[in-house]
């Protein structure tokens, strides 16, 4: 737990800051907000994705006014944990001070995603429901993944 009290600060991490550590974000701020202080950023970011804010509204969890910041706007914070949510993130992801526990779980990119809108949408859709999973299981499942 962090010196602040009961809450643990958590940094959401994947590449554009676009899409999946905003909605992580989303999630943890409305299903654990009494135990997590929750912050996302990416290791290129590149704005909030249109189809993140409609999915997550669609949950009625409101992303619209978050905005893309960049990991290094960070690292004079300390972190409990620092979860990073891609590949990319993982290895670009700078070491934080003040022992924050690094953690990795992966999500495809609903970014990444060709086709029609519907498929696309599913993509958002699918990237939502699993990341609402992982987040519904914090803080308990982070000890077991450091």
């Avoid at 290094?72 to 979860?83: A, E, G, R, S």
Wanted: proline letters at 3%; charged letters at 25%; one cysteine or more.
């Amino acid at each position: 737990m962090s010196d602040s009290g009961a809450k643990i600060k958590v940094l959401f991490v994947c590449t554009g800051n676009a899409c999946r550590s905003q909605m992580a974000e989303g999630w943890a701020r409305r299903l654990k907000s009494e135990t997590i202080e929750a912050y996302s950023a990416g290791v290129r970011p590149a704005g909030v994705s249109s189809g993140a804010i409609a999915v997550m509204a669609e949950a009625d969890v409101d992303i619209s006014a978050h905005r893309s910041q960049h990991v290094d706007d960070f690292t004079d914070m300390d972190f409990d944990y620092v979860i990073t949510l891609c590949g990319n993130a993982e290895r670009k992801c700078p070491v934080f001070s003040g022992g924050a526990k690094h953690v990795h779980r992966a999500f495809d990119d609903p970014v990444m995603v060709i086709g029609t809108n519907d498929q696309i949408m599913a993509a958002f859709r699918k990237a939502r429901d699993e990341i609402r999973e992982f987040v519904e299981t914090l803080p308990e499942s982070l000890e077991a993944d450091v």
